[in-house]
């Protein structure tokens, strides 16, 4: 039966090989069920992180499964690093939305990318995003969770003077969290897996242990997902959702072709004329997991560059998908542990992940100012702002603007132009 749905044989793997490769993926992202749910329910944001880490779960199975039975991909899916943020901090604390129009945002740059995925306006705007934009925004996300990370673990606090400044480095949160990072760092370095989420437990049982803070139990009911289907469409039609919805789709969107290409590269999949076979399912699998992730009460689902773990012990089909969405549904009676887990334990978990975004800028051509230069500023303005879209825009702004004004207009396609043109329209609408 395995063979006859994955074709184990042909793709030249074994039900054992895409198991273990299973279980590494899943040991590299397992961090999600507890970072997603401490970002999400940040005080404030009217979210529960009971029935957010609920709603992870059934993201991450739901969207995963889907890209192994169907698209027969060996990725795995869950709620994205970056996006989760921007959907708190930038949506909901930057523009004051709701949750629920925050998901209804999500839910319709969902459906965009599913309609996109079914045409060959996908191909298009893959091809159109300049190289420089791409790494830059990418670095961009790194510097974003950055800032939260550090915030999370009180080194980087509120200073009236300079906007910020240096918080209690002598404090246990702080200690721990430097700590925290440096056990992800030298794991990481040894190839052991499940780097950050190994850390992430060090320091909740040391925080445990010296009475930082509580813990609460290790198993238990499955929470409530409170949040499924409460999508409110009442700012559909205003300037600020509809680049809100920009914003979403534009990342999730590029994030999932680069880990797709990404991964076709490691298992074969692209062909003598440089093509990516199949990736018409995957990327349908991936934007249906968006939709169903939104109405399940998270921000958007999207493929996992961490599976690259699994394909490196062998994973090449769908069954090692499958078997990441397996131990994900096994992690759902384990909500007290993840809510006993101290926003500082997770903190060096975002600080850490940011630094594999931030390697973007080694690719970036630093010879040539008109690419560097809108790169560099989208990065930067990202944290700078709390926005990815900020970021996003005056990017694009820039990069038409300079291209056009040194006389390399020939370098510009229709679509950054487009970019551009719809970022001047949402900063004149807001």
Known sequence: MLE???GLKKAGTTVRKEVMAGLATFLTMAYI?????AILSTEGSGMEFGAVFTATIIAAVVGTLIMGLWANWPIALAPGMGLNAFFTFGVIFGMGYSYAQALAAVFTAGVVFLVLSLTPARKYIINSIPKSMKLGIGAGIGLFLAIIGFQNAGVVVDNPATLVGLGDIASAPVLLAGLGFIIMAVLDRRGVPGAVIIGILVVSVLAWVTGTASF????????????AFQLDFSMLATAGFIGTDFAFLFVDFMDTAGTLTSVANLTGRVNDNGEVEDIDRALLADSSATVIGAMAGTSNTTSYIESGAGIKEGGRTGLTAVTVAILFAACLIFAPLAQSVPGFATAPALVFIATFFLKNLKDIDWEDVTEFGPAVLAAIIMPLTYSIAYGIALGF????LIKALSGKMEALNAGSIAIAVISVLYFVAT
């Open 216 to 227: 609460n139990g290790v198993v238990g009911a499955v929470p409530s997902p409170e949040h």
């Open 397 to 400: 702004i820039a990069y038409v």
């Open 33 to 37: 069920t507890v970072v997603n749910p």
């Open 4 to 6: 006859n749905l994955f």
